[in-house]
């Protein structure tokens, strides 16, 4: 196989982690409605959706590693000669199985989408105790539609956001791909990335201070569904 195709299989398996990220939204959304349910007889498969999660941040997290030991890999090669393609293969399967060995539970618990999870199910649970089961949908509703639109729009694009993160630090909500093309410029002008939000005193946001807010994206999304009725 040559160093061409090698790559080509990197990029798609690069792809392959977009659809895992989807997978992982569908899972939370799923465990939202256990858990708006206050069904007690449900929290088991809550407890499965957030097995599932952990099982997809370690496919995630494997991606990740193979992908690293592959480029180290065929970077060393690609000066040496050609005999040392031969060699690839074992090299690639001895580094990788060394990394994945030490994945721990508290890397995967850590992993941006598994803690969106986690905060979201508990604010669901919370939001489900104060609420019957019967009005809960009807509740989300009226808050997707009574919500100023402002809180729907990103402060950085100015338009209503599709994947809605929060800072853990400000709690300032901006679109994903907006707010992390801000930190890369920034840190590409070796510079701190400052809360777009006008007044916020938060002057230097990290990806990882971010997190997936699901129960805001699904408030957008009900607004949509009722703007499209209207």
């Not at 409605?33 to 069904?39: C, F």
């Not at 508990?122 to 808050?143: C, F, G, K, R, T």
């Amino acid at each position: 196989m040559s160093l061409s195709a090698v790559h080509g299989t990197l990029s798609s398996l690069k792809s392959c982690q977009a659809d895992i990220g989807t997978g992982m939204d569908i899972v939370t959304d799923v465990a939202m409605d256990l858990a708006e349910t206050q069904d007690k007889d449900m929290n088991p498969g809550i407890k499965e959706m957030e097995a599932m999660i952990l099982e997809c941040a370690k496919l995630d997290r494997e991606i990740n590693y193979f992908v690293d030991v592959v480029q180290q890999v065929t970077g060393e090669v690609t000066t040496q000669q050609p005999e040392a393609m031969f060699s690839l293969s074992a090299r690639v399967k001895e580094q990788f199985t060394e990394r994945i060995s030490r994945i721990s539970d508290a890397e995967l618990q850590n992993h941006q989408k598994v803690v969106a999870f986690k905060d979201t199910i508990s604010n669901s649970l919370n939001q489900a105790n104060q609420e019957s089961a019967e009005n809960m949908e009807e509740l989300d509703e009226d808050i997707a539609v009574t919500q100023s639109q402002v809180n729907f729009t990103c402060p950085l694009t100015q338009v209503e956001m599709v994947n809605p993160v929060r800072n853990k630090k400000c709690n300032h909500h901006y679109d994903e791909g907006a707010i992390q093309n801000l930190i890369k410029t920034k840190h590409s002008q070796k510079k701190k990335c400052r809360c777009p939000v006008v007044g916020c005193g938060n002057t230097d946001v990290k990806e990882s201070d971010l997190i997936h807010d699901q129960m805001l994206r699904r408030k957008i999304q009900a607004h949509k569904r009722q703007a499209n009725r209207t």
